[in-house]
C-alpha cells in the first residue's frame, strides 16, 4: 500500500522560526555565525557558472493540513520565486526537485518514516506557487538529489560548475545534496534564508556544519545583486 501520511513526521516539534517579519533578520544571524567557522578559500559566486537547485518545495511540505508541514516554509516561498525569475533573466537552469517514492525504490525512508510519498496523490506535487516551465524536474526517492538521478548529467552538460540549494528540509534533503554535489566536484552555495525545516536548531547546525567543510552560506539578496548585471552565456 502506498502511504502518503509520513507519520513519523509527528514526533518532532515543529517551530515557526522563519516568518516574512523575521527572516531576514535570523537569516542574517545564522549566516554570521556560520562565516566564524567557514574556512578562508577563493570560491565567488559566479552566476554565468551557476544553476539554481530547488528542492522539494512539494505541497505535502507546504499545506498547513499536511502532517509534514514545514510551519516556516511559506516564509522562503517570495524569495525563491524572485531567484528563480532571476536566474530566468540571466538564461542560468533552474531545476527542481520532487521527492517520490515506491516501495521498491524506497529503502530505509520507508522505515525510518513510516510512510511513502506518493505520486498518485495530489500533496506530492510542487507546488502551484512556482512557475515550471522551463525548468528540468528531477524525480528523486532517497535524500540526495543525485542519487540514482539524471541531475549530475543535466548540470555537466549545461557546464554548470556552481550550484545553488535553496528548498526544504534544511538538515535532510539539502543538505545531504549540498554535501554530494560538493564530493562531485561542485561550488555549493547554500541560501540561509531560501531554506526551511521543523527547527532553529536544525537549520543552524546545518548552515554551520556546511560551511565549515562543504558549502558557503549565502542570502537570496546578495545572490540577486550579484546576478543583477550578468548575461547569459
Not at 522560526?17 to 578559500?41: D, G, H, V, W
Not at 525545516?197 to 567543510?213: K, S
Amino acid at each position: 500500500m502506498n502511504l502518503c501520511n509520513m507519520s513519523g513526521y509527528k514526533r518532532f516539534m515543529k517551530e515557526l522560526y522563519f516568518t516574512s517579519i523575521s527572516i531576514n533578520r535570523k537569516a542574517q544571524a545564522i549566516k554570521s555565525a556560520a562565516e566564524k567557522l567557514m574556512p578562508l578559500n577563493r570560491i565567488k559566486f559566479n552566476p554565468k557558472k551557476a544553476a539554481l537547485l530547488i528542492i522539494d518545495m512539494q505541497n505535502i511540505f507546504l499545506k498547513k493540513n499536511s502532517s509534514a508541514f514545514i510551519p516556516s516554509a511559506p516564509a522562503i516561498i517570495p524569495g525563491l520565486i524572485q531567484l528563480r525569475e532571476k536566474f530566468d533573466s540571466i538564461n542560468r537552469p533552474v531545476l527542481f526537485t520532487r521527492h517520490l517514492n515506491t516501495r521498491l525504490n524506497a529503502g530505509m525512508m520507508s522505515r525510518w518514516w513510516n510512510g511513502l510519498i506518493s505520486e498518485k496523490y495530489k500533496s506530492s506535487r510542487i507546488s502551484g506557487e512556482f512557475d515550471l516551465s522551463g525548468a528540468d524536474i528531477i524525480r528523486k526517492s532517497q535524500y540526495d538529489a543525485f542519487f540514482g538521478t539524471e541531475l549530475e548529467t543535466i548540470l555537466k552538460k549545461k557546464k554548470v560548475s556552481q550550484v545553488v540549494i535553496c528548498g526544504v528540509m534544511t538538515h535532510l534533503c539539502c543538505e545531504t545534496t549540498a554535501r554530494s554535489a560538493f564530493i562531485r566536484g561542485f561550488e555549493v552555495f547554500f541560501a540561509v534564508d531560501g531554506t526551511a525545516t521543523y527547527d532553529e536548531i536544525f537549520h543552524r547546525g546545518t548552515v554551520i556544519n556546511l560551511a565549515h567543510g562543504f558549502a558557503k552560506p549565502v542570502l537570496i539578496n546578495d545572490l540577486l545583486k550579484l546576478t543583477g548585471d550578468c548575461s547569459g552565456s
